[in-house]
């Protein structure tokens, strides 16, 4: 009797460690556990911008996690048995109960969430969802709905006498095997967009959202195995250690992999469903430089801003990262604008007073010149310093096109990172260089500090040269670096080889970004007198690749300058005609190599053509509109008449 006593003895002191060891594994596990899922739903909370589809899934994730973690803290509450107490008179107590249910409901919750989660990376990546928040109510459905039927049908068999725990296990199982088949062809299916470190990345990365999953579960799989088959159903020490350790570390877990890639990225301000997966994949060092460039990433990658050819966003429409959100425009315009009132003063200083009346006379010929073609005259020093003191918006009007959808790509090219040279642009009748202005402010906004900018005007009034030395010298002072601005003289109604056009036919192979600012209405009559000499032989002996910005105070020359450009290469021409406020519609042309496919094959072509169709029938409504406003008074001075048909010739 005294060995059968001691044997007792010694199980039950071996059951008394084997219990403080699982809840001392339990505590430390779960209180863990619980803090990172603490940190991670704080985060959510105190930075509203991190409140997007995929965020509110881990967001619920987490939520589900902190659960589970107040669930297995409970353990430390339930009632002690005393050793003489007689096991058939043991009643379970309410805290007990309480425990099961939860944890029950908790850990199956983070389970599907965690599939849900999966899922909704397949639809953004893989099935290029438009609209990923369309499936967050059905997201709930299944995340939460589930275990609460789990959990009501335990309850129906408790109350039946019966227990049957495989209908928690099964789902368990299916959610594994469900992330695990998501995650493998999702790795699949973008092997080949990816380079070979990049898709090592994204295999670790998936890699780890599996086992993240997978090991603290696999645990209690092993234990119903094991006591299905083990006599007396009794559970194996090493398993229970393995379960109390394991099982809690859920939440944790779950805020390392999934919510320590979300809080690096939010940080820097990097708003984007698709963001937030690359950037897990990037090595720590990448992340740090990332950092500096993040603005620059998102703004420069055209497949953040626009997927798909109905042009649905990536982006929310109230994210400040999404270019046709409101947001972004009011933090754009607010910042061109400090820039530009912050420029001018400087400036001014560097040039003549203006003159009030002399500015007004420059203004009421620029107005005329858009009717009768005639060039107007910039001789005069007060009043160019009038007119760049009252002109000092349109710096805001290369930049306002570049951020449409369909200059994207040439928006990608100027500011990406790593520029292997430095980038040369033209602008024609561009004094006081308002343009090149313009791609500063938007490098700065980009914090593209490495791209460089080199800039010739051209104009044909050689005064401009002391406001391009100017601006060129302000730059300076205020510490703009990798930017020149120079001026040259130029005749646009001259052939490229022409004297007065040396300058530009010296460095036309090098230069890729032609700008014509404002100046092709005003000349228009010398223009079309010369057969658009100049544009000719720019447009045939530029470059391929370079692209050709035509900005204007009326639209009605871009069909003819299209022409032009389609005549002396056919088809070879890529041509967009973008809106902007600033400058309304501009005409935006890049000549293709040889060996490319066709223009008409490009985006963006055919809504081009319908523009340029929409800009011809204008022209043609126009002239109508004027030949009926003629007057019938015949005896109308010959400057009238002359007038008048300059107008009616530009029309056609």
């Known amino acids: 009797m005294d060995d059968v006593g001691a044997s007792v003895q010694d199980q039950q002191l071996r059951a008394a460690r084997e219990l403080s060891t699982s809840k001392l ?67 379970t107590a309410t805290t007990c109960t309480a425990q099961g249910y939860a944890l029950v409901f908790f850990q199956l919750a983070s389970c599907l969430w965690t599939a849900c989660f999966a899922f909704h990376l397949f639809q ?15 997201y709930h459905f299944v995340a939460w709905g589930i275990p609460i039927a789990t959990v009501a049908h335990l309850y129906t068999q408790t109350l039946a006498g019966t227990g049957l725990l495989v209908i928690f296990y099964v789902p368990v199982v299916l959610t594994f095997l469900h992330n695990l088949v998501t995650y493998v062809m999702l ?37 119903f195995a094991y006591q299905a088959v083990a006599p007396k159903h009794a559970l194996n020490a090493p398993l229970l250690y393995l379960i109390s350790f394991f099982t809690p570390l859920q939440g944790l877990m779950n805020a390392i992999v999934y919510g320590m890639n979300r809080t690096f990225l939010q940080r820097q301000g990097m708003d984007t469903e698709c963001g937030a997966l690359v950037v897990s994949f990037l090595s720590f ?97 007060h009043a160019r310093s009038g007119y760049i003191q009252q002109k000092i918006n349109r710096c805001g009007n290369l930049p306002n096109l570049l951020l449409t959808e369909e200059l994207s790509e040439l928006r990608s090219e100027l500011f990406r990172v790593k520029q292997p040279e430095c980038w040369n642009m033209a602008l024609y009748g561009g004094g006081p260089g308002y343009d090149a202005l313009g791609l500063v402010f938007m490098r700065e906004y980009f914090r593209a500090w490495d791209v460089s900018f080199h800039t010739t005007v051209y104009d044909n ?76 032989s720019l447009f045939s002996q530029c470059s391929a690749g370079s692209y050709f910005i035509f900005t204007d105070s009326t639209h009605r020359l871009w069909p003819a300058i299209f022409d032009v450009a389609n005549a002396i290469a056919p088809d070879r021409f890529r041509v967009w005609t973008p ?13 293709l190599p040889e060996y490319s496919a066709p223009a008409s094959t490009y985006p963006f072509y055919s809504q081009a053509m319908e523009k340029l169709q929409d800009f011809r029938r204008h022209q043609q409504q126009h002239l109508i509109t004027m030949e009926a406003q003629q007057p019938n008074d015949q005896s109308e001075d010959e400057e009238d008449e002359e007038g008048f048909g300059l107008m009616t010739a530009m029309l056609q």
């Open 461 to 536: 009034e050689p005064g401009w040269v002391s406001a391009i030395d100017a601006l060129d010298g302000t730059l300076g002072k205020m510490g703009q670096c990798n930017t020149s601005v120079n001026f040259q003289h130029c005749d646009i109604t001259f052939d490229v080889h022409a004297e007065e056009n040396s300058h530009v036919s010296k460095t036309l192979k090098s230069t890729q970004l032609h700008v014509f600012s404002f100046v092709c209405v005003e000349n228009f009559c010398l223009l079309r007198d010369s057969a658009y000499v100049f544009l000719r």
């Open 285 to 381: 060092q990448e992340r740090h430089q990332l950092r500096a460039v993040s603005r620059r990433w998102l703004f420069t990658c055209t497949w953040l801003q626009f997927s798909g050819d109905d042009g649905a966003e990536v982006q929310l429409r109230k994210s400040v990262w999404n270019l046709r959100s409101r947001a972004f425009r009011h933090d754009w315009n607010t910042f061109i604008r400090h820039e530009c009132h912050a420029f001018l003063p400087r400036l001014l200083e560097l040039l003549p007073a203006a003159a009030m009346t002399e500015t007004m006379e420059l203004k009421k010929g620029l107005c005329l010149s858009t009717n009768n073609g005639q060039r107007p005259s910039f001789e005069n020093v």
């Open 579 to 591: 809106f902007a406020r600033s400058c309304h519609y501009a005409l935006v042309l890049q000549k």
């Open 124 to 138: 953004l990546l893989a099935g290029r969802c438009k609209a990923p928040e369309l499936y967050e109510d059905r």
């Open 25 to 91: 594994l339990i505590g430390v596990s779960s209180g863990l556990s619980l803090l990172g899922a603490l940190v991670m739903i704080v985060h959510f909370v105190v930075y509203q911008e991190s409140r997007r589809c995929g965020r509110r899934l881990l967001f619920c994730l987490h939520l589900a996690d902190a659960g589970a973690a107040c669930a297995w803290l409970l353990v430390f509450l339930l009632p002690t048995v005393d050793d003489d107490t007689d096991p058939n008179e043991v009643h």
């Open 187 to 223: 790795l699949y299916l973008m092997t080949d967009s990816l380079s070979t470190s990049m898709e090592t990345r994204v295999h670790y990365r998936l890699l780890l959202y599996s086992w993240a999953y997978f090991l603290p579960n696999v645990w209690a799989v092993f234990a």
